[in-house]
Nanobody
Framework: HVQLVESGGGSVQAGGSLTLSCAVSDHSFTTYCLAWFRQDPGKEREGVAG???????TYAASVKDRFTISYDKTKNVLFLTISSAQPSDTAMYYCAATPGMGAINHVLESAGELYFQYWGQGTQVTVS
């Protein structure tokens, strides 16, 4: 079955950079949507960025021009590069995957996580 395993979280100073990775295993999706979400304790999970198998991407306004989502199809690894990190970026970050591309339209919506079937365990990012 599909498994997602995140890595790369940690502490970074404000203004610094960090790259998160998510290894996606055992998927045979012909088309797909992959995404990164984040969640602070006591807050709703929010969509940060998403991409589809045909190359479309979407970003939350709060991270646009600072975060970059990418996918290495040869290695099945999803990345999120965080640049110009801000304390408000502090959260647990989760990668998510689902077959089909329709979920790209819901990544940034409230409860957008409901459109994704598979989740990683999360990796903590702390910006100070």
């Amino acid at each position: 079955h599909v498994q997602l395993v995140e890595s790369g979280g940690g502490s970074v100073q404000a203004g610094g950079s960090l790259t998160l990775s998510c290894a996606v295993s055992d998927h045979s999706f012909t088309t797909y949507c992959l995404a990164w979400f984040r969640q602070d304790p006591g807050k709703e999970r929010e969509g940060v960025a998403g991409l589809t198998s045909d190359g479309r991407t979407t970003y939350a306004a709060s991270v646009k021009d600072r975060f970059t989502i990418s996918y290495d199809k040869t290695k099945n690894v999803l990345f999120l590069t965080i640049s110009s990190a801000q304390p408000s970026d502090t959260a647990m970050y989760y990668c998510a995957a689902t077959p089909g591309m329709g979920a790209i339209n819901h990544v940034l919506e409230s409860a957008g996580e409901l459109y994704f079937q598979y989740w990683g365990q999360g990796t903590q990012v702390t910006v100070s």
